[in-house]
């Protein structure tokens, strides 16, 4: 029985994903009337953003956010639109979150300078406003995955909230702060493939805890991955889906070996190290058959920055929140992070 209701999901899936596949050719002139699901890139004078599977660069000004509902035209080449213009723009009514976001990102900006701002926003709530050349130098050594925020600030946040709340609930009432500080922090990230995976894999197994229950990695991978998929059957061309799911993938078959077989290296380098090559066994042909390239010395370049990362997003977050109410306070926080992101920045220059 359990294979047949896999195979429908799948059929179903796949009815889905060629139903919604846009009809038109290379050449084509179109014109896409979509709202923005996920935050462009942006950069000094453009933003970079996909619409129904369609990539393509805008000019930066007006800057689109998700949630934003715009018409845009351009010329067909590949999953490429060349030459896009947009031609209607209607801005989503801020929320409490989106504002709350835009406060926080606009206090890292106005205390720190590029690209240390950009890098604690980014890791923080997932912004991708940052420079263009800083943006291409993370792409060019493989941390950019860790700065426009990914599973591990998920987990990140859920295991800070539990920890807290644990101090004054019982667990299980803990767990539903988690869930909800989950969904908010995917709302605040911009709802990227990375986020949303690991959003609802955390929130799966918060509610087979709750509920006394034992799930299995895999087919916790392999449920998300449905669910999502039932609910955008496009994102199964978007790469970031892929590489998220294929990472994980490789994160539970290699990282134990390969970490029994790191004991020579120092512990703060260790996990990162192994985590990083585990991860590139699977993304690392994906990535070079995509983009034609790949970084080897990624895996070194991720140990020596991963290490980093919980603490500026804690410091960062910190630091934010606080700097919102008490902006002098605010500013000692971050200060306090700034070794960290300029130890990272260095790094990825050094490569």
């Known amino acids: 029985m359990k294979i047949f209701i896999f195979l429908f999901i799948i059929i179903l899936i796949l009815v889905r994903f060629f139903l919604q596949k846009p009809n038109f050719k290379n050449g084509d002139t179109i014109r896409i009337t979509a709202r923005v699901l996920s935050e462009p890139l942006v950069f000094s004078t453009s933003q970079y953003l996909t619409l129904e599977g369609i990539k393509m660069y805008l000019p930066k000004i007006p800057e689109i956010t998700y949630g934003d509902k715009v018409v845009v035209e351009g010329k067909v080449d590949g999953n490429k639109l060349i030459n896009a213009k947009l031609i209607e723009f209607k801005v989503k009514k801020a929320g409490f979150l989106y504002k709350f976001r835009n406060s926080l990102i606009k206090y890292y900006k106005r205390i720190l300078p590029e690209p240390y701002s950009s890098l604690i926003a980014g890791t923080v709530i997932g912004s991708k406003n940052m ?32 920890s807290i709340s644990t101090y004054f609930l019982k667990r299980k009432k803990a767990i539903w702060i988690c869930l909800v500080g989950i969904i908010i922090y995917i709302v605040l990230s911009g709802f990227d493939a990375p986020i949303v995976r690991a959003g609802i894999m955390g929130a799966i197994l918060f509610i087979a805890q709750e509920k006394g229950r034992l799930v299995s990695a895999w087919r ?58 585990a991860a590139q066994i699977g993304v690392a042909p994906i990535i070079y058959a995509t983009f034609g390239q790949f970084n080897i010395f990624s895996p070194l370049i991720n140990a020596l920055v991963l290490w980093t990362i919980p603490y500026i997003m804690i410091l960062g977050a910190i630091g934010g929140i606080v700097g919102l109410v008490i902006p002098i306070l605010g500013k000692v926080i971050l200060l306090i992070a700034f070794p960290l992101v300029w130890w990272f920045v260095g790094i990825v220059n050094l490569f």
């Open 220 to 277: 916790l991978l392999f449920l998300t991955g449905l669910i999502m998929l039932l609910i955008k059957p496009i994102w199964i061309t978007d790469l970031g889906f892929i590489l998220s799911f294929v990472a994980t993938a490789s994160l539970m078959l290699f990282q134990k070996r390969i970490n029994s077989l790191l004991k020579f290296v120092p512990n703060i380098l260790r996990e990162g190290l192994s985590t990083s090559l």
């Open 131 to 162: 420079p263009e050349d800083f943006w291409n130098k993370l792409k060019a050594t493989g941390t950019a995955h860790v700065v426009v925020a990914s599973g591990t600030n998920v987990t990140l946040t859920a295991g800070f909230l539990l």
